[in-house]
């Protein structure tokens, strides 16, 4: 049965009405009342004398705030609701479709990063495009509560992925909405977390800071059942303050990891989680250690910078984050000898093609006959458009999108920048299938797959994509190394 699952890939900002009316705070009651049956407005959007969201007057409003109870030359911040729900235009539409329903309002408004309205989006236009059934999947999706309730979420992404793919959507569409959805949990985790010590007695944070996740949650490129590759990126602090604020931002990271266990990500076998004091610094500690790791260019040094690059903010002050981007790249990009360094390190992991050009599998063992699609293929090339995209100072994280913007830029050509992307597409896509029909199947969800299991059209199209991967690799060692001929 066709699910409509489209509207879990649509974002908000696809789907929102900008506001009819919009007045500022000291507009009369009776001029927002005549614009309101001017222009046929469900609601009124106020802002403040800097254009920030401050409040909203809905129909309902004026019948039991207005009418008969104050006199039209009432300002509207006097009968306006101040405690307004709101959204990011590029968060994905069930969420904000999932708090409607939770809270129990009728529409939500969007703002930008600066807290500027630029939308509504209303419940019951949701509803008419959403059948029942999915009102239900976005109701599990978006659930709060206990432990047990947001291990729910975990396993309702595996049915989601199943529809997705039945109703023809693209992989990476869908890695994009299960990263989402796994980065949502880490929020309302830690949410919750501050909130219980809160009432334990630890008070509110001693210092602003925000939660990172690396690897492919900070792609936006997950599979099922990711593992916890997590920080902290802390404000800056005096040195006499250290003990305390040290003392808090451990205790949170281990109920956080703990927690973030129990629901689902498995703890990390790196200890790559904020619970690690290596992964848990201030703004100016972290451009310090990036500042070592491209002063040591050590192995250690160089897999853990590797680990980190792809971090994204996924709750709390995003300026920490981005501020700390701003400085990695100025730092890396104009550090040569660390990328040759990290390019040695990364031609390690090899695509998945023997010395006759042919697909390699495993030669013993458990997975014998099968490969290993993430390590012997999106990885080589994540790596490798990593690399360049760090020489070129972009910012993005996502492997598609920095292929885009090297296109863009003249770096890849048209016909190697669709050859790559591609082949991202087709391995993720097999990938994907595969560990839904595991899981489905009650059989343990890994990377490997067996090639003689696919069709021949799609042996070959997975053959083209390792080749195409390889072409590339051995463009960039020549570019990093100067090595032209191997």
């Known amino acids: 049965m066709h699910k409509q699952t489209k509207i879990f890939a649509r974002r908000v900002e ?15 009651c009776d001029d927002v009342i005549q614009l ?5 407005s469900q609601c009124c959007i106020v802002t403040d004398s800097h254009g920030k969201l401050a409040g909203i007057l809905r129909m309902e409003d004026i019948l039991s705030r207005v009418v008969f109870k104050v006199g039209p030359q009432t300002p509207i911040e006097d009968v306006m609701d101040s405690a307004v729900q709101t959204v990011r235009p590029e968060e994905y539409l069930y969420h904000a479709i999932g708090r409607m329903r939770r809270l129990g309002v009728r529409e939500i408004v969007v703002v930008n990063q600066a807290v500027q309205p630029v939308g509504v989006v209303f419940l019951q236009d949701a ?57 949502d949990l880490y929020g309302r985790i830690v949410h919750d977390t501050l909130c219980h010590m809160e009432a334990e007695g630890w008070g509110k944070p001693p210092v602003e800071f ?15 059942y990711p593992d916890q590759d997590n920080g902290f990126i802390l404000e800056d602090y005096p040195d006499e303050d250290h003990t305390h604020v040290d003392q808090f931002f451990r ?59 792809d971090y994204k903010p996924v709750w709390g002050q995003f300026s920490l984050a981005d501020e700390l981007r701003h400085s990695v790249l100025s730092t890396i990009k104009s550090n040569h000898f660390f990328l040759q360094e990290m390019h040695r390190f990364q031609s390690e992991h090899s695509v998945g093609l023997n010395m006759f050009g042919r697909i390699a599998t495993e030669e013993d063992g458990e ?57 991202f597409r087709f391995i993720t896509e ?57």
């Open 14 to 28: 696809d789907f929102m009405h900008v506001p009819s009316v919009n007045v500022a705070m000291g507009t009369m």
């Open 36 to 40: 309101m049956g001017e222009n046929k």
């Open 127 to 183: 509803i008419e495009i959403a059948a029942i059934h999915l009102m239900q999947q976005i109701d599990k999706l978006s659930a709060e509560g206990d432990i047990n309730s947001l291990r729910g979420v975990k396993v309702e992404q595996v049915e989601l992925a199943h529809d997705m793919f039945e109703d023809g959507q693209p992989a990476y569409a869908i890695q994009q909405l299960l990263s989402h959805v796994n980065n």
């Open 210 to 224: 925000c939660v990172i996740v690396m690897g492919s949650g900070g792609r936006e490129e997950n599979y099922l």
């Open 251 to 309: 205790e949170l990271s281990e109920r956080m990891c703990r927690d973030l266990n129990q629901v689902g990500f498995p703890y990390c076998t790196g200890h790559v989680m904020a619970s690690n004091p290596l992964w848990r610094k201030s703004l100016s500690q972290w451009v310090e250690q990036v500042q070592l790791w491209g002063r040591k260019r050590n192995s250690v040094a160089l897999r853990l910078a590797d680990i980190f690059f």
């Open 367 to 423: 997975q014998k006959g099968k490969i290993d699609l993430k390590y012997r293929g999106t990885l080589p090339l994540v790596e490798a458009v990593r690399l360049v995209s760090l020489k070129h100072g972009l910012m993005a994280t996502s492997t598609l999108e920095r292929i885009d913007l090297l296109h863009k830029a003249g770096v890849l050509s048209d016909t190697e920048g669709d050859y790559l992307n591609s082949a």
């Open 430 to 486: 097999i990938l994907l299938k595969r560990q839904v029909s595991e899981f489905e199947s009650g059989d343990r969800v890994t990377r490997y797959i067996d090639p003689k299991s696919l069709k021949q059209r799609e042996q070959e199209n997975l053959l083209r994509a390792f080749r195409h991967i390889e072409a590339f690799r051995k463009r960039v060692k020549g570019e990093f190394t100067g090595d032209v001929f191997s």
